[in-house]
Nanobody, 111 residues
Framework: QVQLVESGGGLVQSGGSLRLSCTAS????????MGWYRQAPGKERELVAR???????NYADSVKGRATASRDNAKNTVYLQMNDLKPEDTAVYYCNSYRYWGQGTQVTVSS
């Protein structure tokens, strides 16, 4: 059974930082491509960052320069460090691997 469990969301002021974590089980993490997505109220889910099994990373233009994705294969965990957060970053952030999704973690940025 595949499980992706996100953590690290919360309420933060504009300009603040958060680090999201996603721990996976039931997959061969070291060879799995991983992704971070987000969905704001009334909007479609969108890609934030994608990190391949070979550690190639792509970011959405909206977070470039403010987000850093990383992975720790020994811990089956992928991270998303978000800095200089803005109110428009407010969303539920989801971890993804192929067809599997986590339950999401809420990030709220107050102005």
């Amino acid at each position: 059974q595949v499980q992706l469990v996100e953590s690290g969301g919360g309420l933060v002021q504009s300009g603040g930082s958060l680090r999201l974590s996603c721990t996976a089980s039931g997959i061969i993490f070291g060879i799995s491509n991983m992704g971070w997505y987000r969905q704001a109220p009334g909007k479609e889910r969108e890609l934030v960052a994608r990190i391949s099994s070979g550690n190639n990373i792509n970011y959405a233009d909206s977070v470039k320069g403010r987000a850093t994705a990383s992975r720790d294969n020994a811990k089956n965990t992928v991270y998303l460090q978000m800095n200089d957060l803005k109110p428009e970053d407010t969303a539920v952030y989801y971890c993804n691997s192929y067809r599997y999704w986590g339950q999401g973690t809420q990030v709220t940025v107050s102005s």
